[in-house]
């Protein structure tokens, strides 16, 4: 096993090394014909697509469904229709195909995502931001609990956590006993971000994940692990980290990039995850062109928390608390008011 001090971000370079490679590799007089062009599809997953063990998926039993649907007389929307519910077996929100036409979304993904939040997002805008809440950088945020909790909503990490936001919201509130950072319906965004807002905490060059890279034709054939650890000290300073409690609060919208933050909480010991699991979407996703121009992408690596579990289905609570509809009648949000008992304890 190899271990390297490396920043999140640095995940990146070796998961898009292979798009290059993929459309390099790719013959230019490959038939672009329906039936080759789904045949090439199912091989590129066959051969580097990376949780067929964690998601319980016979790829060749996949094939046998969906091959007879196609034939070279086809048209170009019901080849499309056939290629995208192949690759929506797979249950995987990174998984994709494009055409100049359409583009494929994970049903059973997105259905969870929306159908099973565990936020009502009118409660917590008009009874804990409130009218009189402010917005910096990409935080909205208010005290609650006669201003002893810091309550924060961050909705996606595709928007930027800078330094001076980071260093402003801990100073607003430093005379809070804690905060809750609400990241239900967190779809995911940038690597980078998560380290970014982790870079207000106690960093000790900790270990935060291990992640390898599909590497060959095999299913089981990867990378050895890379460990990730977190940076050498704080952006506000060894002496000043952020030590008090955090409960972060998470959802099945919560994804991708927020399923990496959620994992990463593992390395501190003064932060909770509150809610329900997250959705998931702990693969990096790459992908190529097919022969007939589209291109396609799905998850090519895996990641493995510090306590041993992959966690591609979604990363769990420390605390499980389900929004309950008789609190919400009332303006309260039942998540919400679990973590900030635990931060007032």
């Known amino acids: 096993m190899k271990k390297h001090h ?34 090439y599809l199912w091989n590129q997953v066959d051969q580097n697509y990376s949780f067929f063990d964690i998601k319980g998926i016979d790829w060749d039993s996949v094939r046998e469904v969906y091959r007879p649907m196609v034939n070279d007389d086809m048209s170009n929307e019901e080849l499309f229709q056939v290629c995208a519910a192949m690759l929506n077996t797979l249950r995987d929100g990174h998984t994709n195909l494009f055409s100049d036409f359409d583009r494929s979304i994970n049903d059973s993904v997105y259905y969870k995502m929306y159908a099973e ?22 935080f909205s945020h208010n005290a609650i609990r006669d201003g002893k909790v810091a309550y924060l909503r961050y909705t996606s990490f595709s928007n930027d956590v800078d330094e001076a936001t980071l260093k402003y919201l801990v100073d607003r509130y430093k005379d809070c006993n804690g905060m ?15 380290a970014n807002l982790l870079s207000i905490f106690y960093n000790h060059k900790q270990l935060l994940y291990k992640t390898q890279v599909k590497k060959g034709p095999g299913h089981d054939e990867f990378t050895d692990y890379q460990e990730v650890y977190a940076a050498d000290s704080s952006i506000l300073g060894k002496n000043n980290a952020y030590t008090k409690p955090v409960a972060v609060l998470i959802d099945r919208g919560s994804y991708s990039a927020t399923s ?45 928390a510090i306590d041993g579990q992959n966690y591609e289905n979604g990363v769990p609570p420390d605390v499980r ?10 303006g309260i949000d039942n998540v919400i008011e679990t973590a900030a008992d635990w931060i007032m304890q």
Not at 20 to 31: H, V
Not at 118 to 138: F, P, W
């Open 321 to 330: 608390v389900i929004l309950d509809p008789t609190c919400t009648t009332q």
């Open 260 to 304: 990496f933050f959620s994992v990463c909480t593992q390395g501190y010991d003064n932060i909770k995850l509150f809610g329900d699991y997250t959705g998931g979407g702990m693969g990096l996703p790459n992908g190529g062109t097919l022969p007939n121009g589209w291109t396609y992408r799905f998850s090519t690596s895996r990641t493995i």
């Open 117 to 138: 939040k565990n936020i009502n997002t009118d409660v917590v805008v008009l009874n804990y931001l409130t009218v009189n809440h402010h917005v910096t950088g990409s």
């Open 180 to 194: 809750i950072i609400d990241m239900r319906q967190n779809g995911g965004g940038s690597i980078a971000n998560v």
């Open 6 to 39: 490396i920043i999140i971000i640095s995940l990146l370079a070796s998961v898009f090394a292979f798009t290059s490679c993929e459309r390099a590799l790719m013959e230019k007089d490959e038939p672009s014909n329906p039936v080759n062009v789904f045949d």
